[in-house]
């Protein structure tokens, strides 16, 4: 056999060879891809089987979630009515509260010694004619709350709104600092939408809710570093005087009320200024004309939950709430002239309606409390009874 011939052969033997060996990657190829598809299909079988587990406990989810949804919603219409029904079981207890209160008054946290000293009897007579001497003819008592009547709401949370005595105006003080007034005609014009406001602008800001309008003037402490006690006259449209009050710090009157620092009001004796001295309330007896102060005393009613008070016929009466706001009430009284005793001193709940009173002032023609609280002006009509001492000397 010639070279030619093994060279040939040489050549078929490697091309039979390169085949054999490509045939041998190709079907290595092929089952590496075939490997790779079972392991995907084997993947997307997985996946389809754990989505549709997925789904099957999502909708068991979803049902669930609506029975939860639809028996908390029974069980809150259930709730609210529970909740209607106590309300009105606790509205009924408070009206009876109300009558019981009215019918046998308990006995208000005076201390009696502070009020009446047993004296002998000849004693006793020389006191009740020094007393006699010194009264202005009122001689009477806050006996209960007769009637209430919410009138609007408007303005701030906090204001005063009250009456002046000699000229049936009314006047607004929203809020508890500022300097703009609104005054209307009548009582009537304030509950009219349709009824304007006469806008007056006091030269200083007012703080606090412890104004007085009493014979065409405004009694006010202005908002600065001293306690001032301002006298506008609104005819004039000015301050006509002013005094710095003798106070030691600036503590609030009441702590229910912190804004205000000495809270002014007018009865039928004239004009009172009520503040604070330690854990006191102290009552200060002023000259309308002059804002003299003319005399003072220590009440011993405590500040402590303290929220507004007024004075009748020389009398004052602090009313009390609760931090979170309850029930207003009278629980301390202190009579300047010691004609009131301990066992005759009320202690009167005001009917149960928004928060705590701001303000209460008193208009000595009606009779009635002009209040403030939660931004609704509320009329409380007074019943007023002589006081015992006055039926004995007489």
């Avoid at 009515?81 to 408070?94: A, I, K, N, P, S």
């Amino acid at each position: 056999m010639g070279p030619i011939c093994l060279l040939f052969i040489y050549f078929l033997f490697n091309a039979a060879l390169s085949q054999s060996w490509a045939q041998y990657h190709y079907q290595s190829l092929m089952n590496y891809l075939e490997n790779r598809m079972l392991a995907m299909e084997e993947r997307i079988s997985l996946w389809h089987e754990q989505s549709n587990r997925y789904n099957s406990e999502l909708k068991d989810f979803r049902q669930q979630a609506t029975d939860i949804i639809e028996r908390l919603a029974k069980d809150n219409r259930k709730l609210q009515t529970d909740l209607e029904e106590t309300g009105v079981h606790v509205q009924r207890v408070e009206q009876e509260m109300d009558y019981i209160e009215t019918q046998n008054p308990p006995k208000p946290c005076t201390k009696a010694e502070d009020k009446i000293v047993e004296q002998e009897a000849s004693a006793k007579q020389g006191k009740k004619e020094d007393d006699l001497d010194s009264l202005t003819g009122c001689v009477d008592i806050v006996s209960s709350i007769r009637a209430m009547k919410i009138l609007k709401r408007m303005g701030s949370p906090k204001g005063v709104w009250t009456r002046d005595t000699v000229t049936a105006k009314v006047y607004i003080f929203s809020g508890t600092e500022g300097d703009t007034v609104h005054e209307y005609g009548l009582v009537s014009a304030l509950s009219s939408s349709s009824s304007s406001a006469r806008i007056i602008t006091l030269p200083t800001s007012w703080n606090g809710t412890g104004i007085a309008v009493h014979n065409n003037q405004i009694y006010f402490v202005s908002d600065g570093s001293e306690v001032r006690v301002m006298k506008f006259d609104l005819i004039n449209s000015s301050v006509v005087d002013s005094v710095v009050f003798p106070v030691d710090d600036r503590s609030p009157v009441y702590t229910l009320n912190s804004e205000t620092v000495v809270d002014l009001v007018a009865d039928e004796e004239g004009l009172w200024a009520v503040y604070g001295s330690k854990d006191n309330i102290n009552l200060a007896r002023m000259d309308a004309d002059t804002l003299d102060t003319e005399q003072m005393w220590d009440t011993g009613c405590p500040r402590e939950n303290a929220e507004s008070a007024f004075v009748v016929c020389g009398t004052l009466y602090v009313v009390y709430n609760t931090r979170p706001p309850s029930r207003s009430r009278i629980q301390c009284v202190f009579d300047v002239n010691d004609m009131i005793s301990s066992g005759e001193a009320p202690l009167l709940y005001f009917p149960r309606r928004f928060g705590a009173h701001s303000s209460l002032k008193y208009n000595t023609k009606e009779k009635q409390l002009y209040a403030w609280d939660d931004g609704y002006q509320i009329l409380y009509k007074l019943a007023l009874k002589p006081k015992l001492w006055t039926k004995e000397w007489a």
